[in-house]
């Protein structure tokens, strides 16, 4: 046997990826956005701060020491506080890594569980950001055991939530939502869809999650147009034409309404931070 010759292992295509919480809300890279389905599987771990986070359609406040895991085709948002840290795993359903099958969001008190879960974490962000022999292949395999060890925790503490009716609608607005917020749909096309009035379509996302229904569709919108102007090279008319604007002035007058600077504006001060 001719010990000077290399090992070789054949390596998996990359289908994780890992990133810093704090990191992903300034960052650009898609496949770890915060927000709808992008067609990726996603775990948070919440190591310091607090925040929101809405999943299909229902809202919850969370702290530090907060796993949630959100599968590839559950619309989802989280609204960070500036102090939080943390890391995102984003895992591509063609991956080969058995996954839980439904959301988990899980507030951690046990100081031994927060250290055990956050040491998962800890050692698949290590070797994502390594170059050694089979990295793909193992962040897979480290991505099965942290599902495996949410998976145990969720089974111990996290309780089966009962839904309500107002959660039920709230799970149809979304996911509708989700499908549909390219085509300048009216409120109430959405509400006529769900078999309920604008009126009560508004006082049901102002109670389950603080915010109305027409501020969810302009944020899902608004969302998609940040992450665009982040993450291609489209022209502002393109991005408007895309997301269903009548013209490109108007997309350009509630961008900056919103967010305090123009579509062109906001993108050259991403790029240059």
Same mark, same amino acid.
């Given at each position: ?5 290399p090992i070789?292992?054949?390596?998996? $295509? ?7 919480l704090?990191?992903?809300i300034?960052? #650009? ?6 927000d709808?389905?992008?067609?990726m ?11 929101r986070?809405? %999943?299909?359609?229902?809202? *919850?406040?969370?702290? $530090?020491n #907060?796993a %949630?895991f959100?599968?590839? !085709?559950v619309p ?5 506080s500036?102090?939080?840290f943390g890391?995102?795993?984003a895992?591509?359903p063609a991956?080969s890594?058995?996954? $839980? ?5 899980l507030? %951690?008190?046990?100081?031994m !569980?927060q ?5 998962r ?8 950001s ?5 990295r793909?292949m ?8 942290l599902?495996?060890?949410v ?5 111990k ?9 107002s959660?039920r ?5 979304v996911?509708l939502?989700?499908?549909?917020f390219?085509?300048?749909?009216t ?6 869809e769900l078999?309920?009035?604008? #009126?009560?379509?508004?006082r ?13 569709i302009q944020e899902?919108?608004?969302g998609?147009?940040?992450m665009?102007?982040?993450?291609? !090279?489209?022209?502002i008319l393109?991005i408007?034409n895309h997301l269903g ?7 350009t *007058?509630?961008f900056s309404?919103?967010?305090g600077?123009?579509?062109k504006a906001f ?5 240059k931070n």
């Amino acid at each position: 046997m001719d010990t000077d010759l290399p090992i070789l292992l054949e390596d998996k $295509p990359q289908r994780v990826f890992v990133g810093s919480l704090a990191g992903t809300i300034r960052g #650009t890279q898609p496949e770890l956005r915060v927000d709808s389905c992008n067609g990726m599987h996603k775990f948070f771990w919440i190591s310091k701060g607090n925040g929101r986070c809405m %999943i299909n359609g229902v809202t *919850r406040s969370f702290g $530090p020491n #907060t796993a %949630i895991f959100i599968p590839h !085709d559950v619309p989802h948002k989280l609204e960070l506080s500036r102090n939080v840290f943390g890391i995102v795993v984003a895992v591509d359903p063609a991956s080969s890594s058995s996954l $839980p099958n439904r959301t988990v969001f899980l507030p %951690i008190l046990n100081l031994m !569980d927060q250290k055990q879960i956050a040491n998962r974490f800890d050692r698949l962000a290590s070797e994502y950001s390594g170059d050694g022999l089979g990295r793909n292949m193992a962040v897979e395999c480290l991505v099965g055991l942290l599902s495996v060890h949410v998976a145990r925790m969720a089974q111990k503490h996290q309780k089966s939530p009962k839904v309500n009716a107002s959660q039920r609608l709230m799970e149809g607005f979304v996911n509708l939502l989700e499908k549909d917020f390219r085509s300048a749909r009216t409120l109430s096309q959405y509400a006529k869809e769900l078999g309920v009035t604008p #009126t009560h379509l508004t006082r049901v996302c102002q109670q389950v999650n603080g915010k109305s229904a027409s501020r969810l569709i302009q944020e899902r919108v608004l969302g998609e147009a940040r992450m665009m102007l982040l993450n291609t !090279d489209h022209k502002i008319l393109e991005i408007s034409n895309h997301l269903g604007f009548s013209s490109p002035a108007y997309f350009t *007058r509630l961008f900056s309404a919103k967010l305090g600077q123009t579509p062109k504006a906001f993108r050259q001060a991403q790029v240059k931070n």
